[in-house]
């Protein structure tokens, strides 16, 4: 009678998970088809979609592409929580290769992978019983409560061959640390796991949802049928429990956490950052590491008070130093994104260059020397703070750092010149973070401080925006217009809540598995940018981009940008009144930075996207043209590039280039300007004309 009632339940079980799994399958195919038709429908997307790469974005009817798992036509909690506990150990990363990869000279010869090859080579009855063990166990505590409630003895629900099972897990266990020497050859595996995009999207967590429930109600169902149709045995084993409650219960805990001591310390030997919700969250200094080079993080506080992280890829004899700044909803992440190969972080120090990375103020974590400080005070600046602020705290920093190592320059440091510096500093920035870095330069010159820079190459800098596209120019004037209203209640636009940045990471994973999906979402991003065709989508899946912490774009930068745009110039903020203007810079108006352009004392090299749609060639054009204009040694280029492709996409060509300005970084033969005491308050005339 009980393998009777146990059969019904199984096939009622697995016709249940047919039907929800069937059923959501449907939807998501629909979602994914109606995608498919607007995107068929919708103008410009061949433009829009044509430089996509990492990805697929061909509009198509196909389903979504479900877990490893349930390829093989088995849907079982039980099968998924095993293979998700290998997925701990680091070999595991061939569970996503082919088939034809999975030889046994590749892997390790633990217990757990020859189990894990077994598993998806046979049936699901032949799964090792130890792990059907560790499952009741946590399946027992996870209905703790119910079980309370109904009064079904906890002790009834553990296996009579758990204790039998805990001389194989601690053999199991041994056996994975005596062959642990073993990891050290499966490390090209391990790199291929890093590489690979191991999150679930919702849709996954919605079937993983799903499989937990019904495997949760029906255990339910089945423990009570037991109890139903064997009460000799239920009684007998109520009274045992009654009668050693204390001695028992201690027991069952202990064997559920000697159960779960194998995957925990799996778990430590294999250290990814992904959490229990399984959402990227690694950070730049993850992904420095993890491709085997040095890294240093490095405390800065600017002068008005803001915390930021100066990251760094250390070459502490090195001579020659370069400094990357990114740009607007960006972080140093952008530099190393592209791995080893492409990326212009790790190519300068294979170049020979310290290598640091800058990280502007903008995170939603809100580092502050007041631990109290508002949203609204914290995020009360403009791109002014960048360039004044932010960046004079990074360089410095950079500057006290050389100084020391290559024990040389204390007198200078001490004096405040840069005349006789024992390093050159180079910069390489992107879109907003040019224009900050031209701001930072003027500034200093007219203030008579050292920059101490060598070079600037600028790629897509920020700065003059007056040849853009309808949506930018609507942006434009619905900002200057509501911002006296929006102002004090909205001071930044970012996710405020760790819920929503944790769904956004999930769906970029949604839009990679649905690629009607993506391609839909990547075209409308296209449509708000102007028709730029950067992989916006594809963007949203860099790890900077978690739920732990996101870049935010404060009120002010945006209406700084929307200020330049609508006067043409590259100007420094206007505070909207003749007298905070005069306050701040010794005149009516804002500085118009572009008349400045003659104190630009090194080479700049300036490159333009053709493809790229928020800051067009022509607008690039103009820095050079006004440049060249000054006297500034300046050069520039174009490539066929959008604009996040300067960063974030691997392009050969633009990194030969850059690294190539890099190398011709030496004395520069412009001519000083301004032999004078120029200050910012009311010398704007003169210093245009000195």
Not at 4 to 14: G, H, N, R, Y
Not at 318 to 332: C, E, F, M, T
Not at 544 to 560: E, I, K, Q, S, W
Request: charged share 20%; with cysteine.
């Amino acid at each position: 009678m009980q393998r009777f009632v146990d059969s019904v339940i199984a096939v009622t079980k697995e016709s249940v998970k047919t039907i929800t799994y069937e059923s959501l399958n449907n939807v998501v195919r629909l979602i994914n088809g109606v995608s498919a038709i607007l995107l068929a429908i919708l103008p410009g997307k061949t433009s829009i979609l044509e430089g996509i790469h990492g990805w697929e974005l061909r509009p198509t009817f196909r389903g979504p592409r479900l877990p490893r798992w349930m390829e093989n036509g088995v849907s079982s909690f039980n099968q998924f929580i095993h293979e998700l506990s290998v997925d701990s150990d680091t070999s595991s990363s061939v569970d996503y290769l082919s088939e034809e990869d999975s030889d046994d000279d590749i892997h390790p010869g633990s217990p757990l992978s020859q189990s894990s090859r077994l598993s998806r080579r046979s049936s699901f009855t032949n799964h090792n019983r130890s792990w059907i063990h560790w499952i009741r166990c946590i399946l027992s505590w996870l209905l703790f409560p119910l079980k309370l409630l109904l009064g079904i003895p906890l002790y009834f629900f553990t296996s009579s061959s758990r204790r039998a099972s805990k001389a194989s897990d601690s053999g199991n266990l041994l056996s994975s640390n005596t062959n642990s020497p073993r990891r050290s050859q499966t490390l090209k595996d391990h790199i291929v796991q890093r590489a690979t995009d191991r999150r679930r999207g919702v849709v996954e967590d919605l079937h993983l949802a799903i499989e937990i429930f019904i495997e949760s109600i029906f255990d339910s169902v089945h423990k009570v049928a037991h109890c139903v149709l064997s009460p000799t045995d239920t009684f007998r084993r109520l009274l045992r429990w009654l009668s050693h409650n204390s001695d028992g219960l201690t027991d069952i805990t202990a064997d559920c956490v000697g159960t779960t001591v194998s995957t925990a310390v799996l778990s430590d030997n294999d250290p990814t950052p992904y959490n229990s919700l399984n959402t990227d969250a690694r950070t730049c200094r993850d992904v420095i590491t993890e491709l085997g080079y040095p890294y240093e993080a490095i405390r800065v506080v600017t002068a008005d008070g803001y915390i930021l992280v100066l990251e760094r890829i250390p070459r502490r004899d090195a001579r020659k130093v370069v400094y990357l700044q990114h740009g607007i909803l960006d972080s140093s992440m952008g530099w190393v994104s592209n791995g080893i190969v492409g990326s212009p972080a790790f190519a300068a120090f294979d170049q020979g260059y310290d290598v640091f990375l800058g990280n502007l103020r903008g995170l939603v974590s809100r580092e502050h020397i007041d631990k109290n400080i508002s949203s609204r005070q914290y995020w009360r600046y403009s791109i002014n703070e960048h360039g004044t602020q932010d960046i004079p705290a990074m360089i410095e920093k950079i500057h006290e750092i050389k100084v020391s190592e290559l024990k040389s320059g204390r007198h200078d440091q001490e004096e405040g010149s840069s005349s006789e510096q024992p390093y050159e500093l180079c910069t390489i920035c992107h879109s907003l973070g040019g224009a900050a870095i031209l701001i930072y330069v003027i500034t200093r010159r007219i203030e008579e401080k050292p920059h101490r820079l060598s070079r600037m190459i600028l790629l897509s800098p920020a700065g003059f925006h007056d040849d853009s596209t309808f949506v930018f120019t609507m942006m434009e004037y619905l900002f200057l217009l509501v911002a006296p209203v929006l102002a004090p209640f909205l001071p930044a636009f970012y996710i405020p809540t760790r819920f929503f940045r944790m769904l956004l990471n999930k769906l970029a994973r949604d839009f990679h598995n649905l690629p009607a999906v993506g391609g839909l979402v990547q075209t409308l991003m296209s449509y708000v940018v102007g028709g730029d065709s950067s992989n916006w989508v594809g963007v949203l899946g860099i790890p900077h981009y978690n739920m732990n912490d996101m870049p935010g774009v404060a009120f002010r930068v945006a209406l700084h940008l929307a200020q330049m745009k609508h006067s043409k110039k590259f100007i420094m903020f206007d505070y909207g009144s003749a007298a905070a203007n005069l306050e701040e810079y010794g005149s009516p108006e804002p500085l118009d930075l572009g008349e400045y352009y003659g104190f630009i004392d090194i080479p700049v090299d300036l490159v333009a996207g053709r493809k790229d749609k928020v800051i067009r060639p022509s607008m690039v054009r103009k820095h050079y043209k006004l440049m060249k204009e000054a006297g500034v040694e300046a050069s520039y280029n174009e490539f066929e590039y959008a604009h996040l492709d300067f960063t974030f996409s691997h392009r050969e060509e633009l990194l030969a280039y850059v690294m190539s300005r890099l190398l011709l970084v030496g004395p520069s033969s412009k001519q000083i300007y301004g032999q004078k005491s120029l200050k910012l308050k009311g010398k704007d005339e003169q210093a245009r004309k000195s």
